[in-house]
């Protein structure tokens, strides 16, 4: 198996956010400044790797069969929906906290975004990130199997 370091890219990346995320949230959650620029690196990290990975501008494993959206995996679309809840989540937590300030005791929105946001975002996100790992290493696409 011939592993090229390009396609990795995507893989560091969410790795990436996926720090910021866990970073930013858990430093939230216990009020420790600063938490709002890993949550603003965290998503700008997101947002990016998502529309690179979306529009094949980074490169990834090509395989033979899997040249389409797999719209008809249940795996792909509890991806997809529980990575975006995630996602949209943290950026109402973040731009509630630039309008309304980072000083503020926030006794509901603490928890909710670290017991709620951060794992739903974690399991819509490493559905994806298992997916990339097995394609990169096995080459098989687990969204076609589930």
């Not at 090229?4 to 790795?15: E, G, K, M, R, Y």
């Not at 033979?64 to 949209?88: E, N």
């Not at 399991?123 to 790992?133: C, D, K, P, Q, T």
Request: proline letters at 6%; hydrophobic letters at 55%; glycine letters at 6%.
């Amino acid at each position: 198996m011939s592993l090229d370091p390009a396609n990795l890219i995507n893989i560091a990346l969410a790795f990436a956010a996926l720090s910021f995320y866990a970073i930013g949230s858990v430093r939230f959650h216990r009020d420790r400044q600063p938490f709002l620029r890993f949550l603003g690196l965290a998503i700008l990290i997101d947002a990016v790797t998502a529309v690179l990975a979306s529009f094949g501008i980074t490169p990834t494993t090509r395989l033979p069969y899997s040249d389409f959206i797999p719209w008809s995996s249940k795996l792909f679309l509890t991806h997809i929906v529980l990575a975006s809840v995630g996602f949209f989540g943290f950026i109402f937590v973040t731009l509630t906290l630039l309008f309304k300030g980072t000083h503020r005791p926030y006794p509901r929105l603490r928890p909710f975004q670290f017991r709620v946001l951060l794992p739903i975002w974690l399991v819509g996100e490493g559905i994806a990130l298992a997916n990339s790992l097995i394609k990169v290493t096995f080459r098989i696409r687990v969204y076609d199997y589930l």
